[in-house]
């Protein structure tokens, strides 16, 4: 009898461990915006990026198709810092563009030289620093990011 109430009390304490939510090394869940987003390899398809016109509509400015540029722009936005659970309520982007069917948002912060990101349909916002934004800008535009303060 003492056997089975211990085999009972395992396999409770083995099934609780196993519906825990899993957690990196860091304390963090791995469902964060850069495991569920660039956590995958690129499907091929082109990077289409659009800019907002004086109009508010948005053009065609690039077309990324380079494999190396692909794994950099994804690499650098994988490692922004991303804030979970943001609802924003600012002007529209400067530009869009999608990435394995994740639309990506992206501003350029007119007071200093950073970007900032989120992507539809999750409740997010990323951060680059200026190192990232620029490597990121001129990934997505061909252009260099203009610094405000030059």
């Not at 791995?30 to 016109?53: A, E």
């Not at 990435?99 to 409740?123: A, P």
């Amino acid at each position: 009898m003492k056997g089975l109430i211990i085999l009972f009390a395992v396999m409770g304490l083995v099934l609780v461990g196993c519906s825990q939510d899993a957690v990196n090394s860091n304390g963090k869940k791995d469902d964060s915006t850069k495991q569920q987003v660039y956590g995958n390899s690129w499907d091929g398809n082109p990077i289409i990026v659009k800019q907002r016109n004086h109009n508010g509509d948005y053009e065609t400015v690039n077309e990324i198709t380079d494999i190396d540029e692909v794994d950099e722009l994804i690499r650098t936005l994988g490692n922004a810092d991303w804030q979970e659970n943001v609802k924003m309520d600012i002007r529209p982007p400067d530009y869009r563009f999608s990435w394995n069917s994740y639309k990506h948002d992206v501003w350029i912060n007119k007071n200093n030289d950073r970007l900032g990101l989120s992507i539809e349909g999750q409740s997010n916002y990323g951060s680059l620093s200026a190192d990232s934004s620029t490597i990121v800008f001129e990934i997505i535009t061909g252009e260099k990011l203009k610094n405000p303060r030059n």
